[in-house]
């Protein structure tokens, strides 16, 4: 079956700019995360959607970085007014639950922000 | 919260020798310990795992060993070859499914 599947695959904007990512997850995951990760850098955690429960937004760098996923599947993860400093390469993963913890990631967003 | 630290940061071994990269964890809740493998500019990808029942697993020439009361766990690649070149990612997942990723091993194989 399709794996995770993000758009756009890269994504140019001025400073100031809102920006919308999308994120696909597998099909019957209830998992869902949003990683960010710079050049050469680790994975930082943004959000964290599980089932119905009220996600974890406890990774979100600043008030300009919100997400929601609707009906439990789809999510959209938005940058208000984007900084230089936002540019980065946005990862999304699903994950099965249940008991079932692997992750599976999406290709990613490249984020350049000018 | 979920704090995983990740041994060392970068590490070069000759082709053929093995290497070995090092988690430790806060969280004795946690119970499903990922490793994640990222080539180059390609996603995350997972290699190996273990959960908290288990002290070692092993899958051809990579193995992890799990150590609870400690709270460490290891990532142990023999016969080294260059494709294993990427950087590696431990993680420990607890309770609601969180997953606390490691700071990343930069592994370099030298033909």
């Known amino acids: 079956g399709a794996g995770v599947s993000q758009s756009p695959s890269n994504k140019v904007t001025e400073k100031g700019k809102d920006v919308e990512l999308r994120c696909d997850p597998i099909?019957?995951?209830?998992?869902l995360y949003w990683y960010r990760q710079s050049l050469g850098q680790g994975l930082e955690f943004l959000i964290y959607f599980q089932g119905n429960s009220a996600p974890d937004k406890s990774g979100l760098p600043s008030d300009r970085f919100s997400a929601e996923r609707t009906g439990g599947s789809v999510s959209t993860l938005t940058i208000q007014r984007t900084q230089q400093e936002d540019s980065a390469v946005y990862l999304c993963?699903?994950?099965?639950?249940?008991?079932?913890?692997?992750?599976?990631f999406g290709p990613g967003t490249r984020l350049t922000v000018t | 919260g979920e704090n995983v630290e990740q041994h060392p940061s970068t590490l070069s071994v000759q082709e053929g020798d093995s290497a070995v990269i090092k988690c430790t964890y806060s969280d004795s809740a946690s119970n499903y310990f990922p490793w994640y493998k990222q080539e180059l500019g390609k996603r995350p990808q997972l290699i190996i795992d273990i959960r908290s029942n288990v002290g070692e697993k092993k899958d051809q020439r990579i193995a992890v060993t799990l150590n609870k009361t400690a709270k460490h766990f290891s990532l142990h690649i023999t016969e080294t070859q260059p494709e294993d070149s990427a950087v590696y990612f431990c993680?420990?997942?607890?309770?609601?499914?969180?997953?606390?990723f490691g700071t990343g091993t930069k592994l370099q194989v030298i033909p």
């Open positions: 993680a420990a997942t607890g309770g609601y499914q969180k997953v606390t």
């Open positions: 099909s019957g995951h209830t998992a």
């Open positions: 993963a699903s994950s099965l639950g249940q008991g079932t913890y692997e992750q599976y």
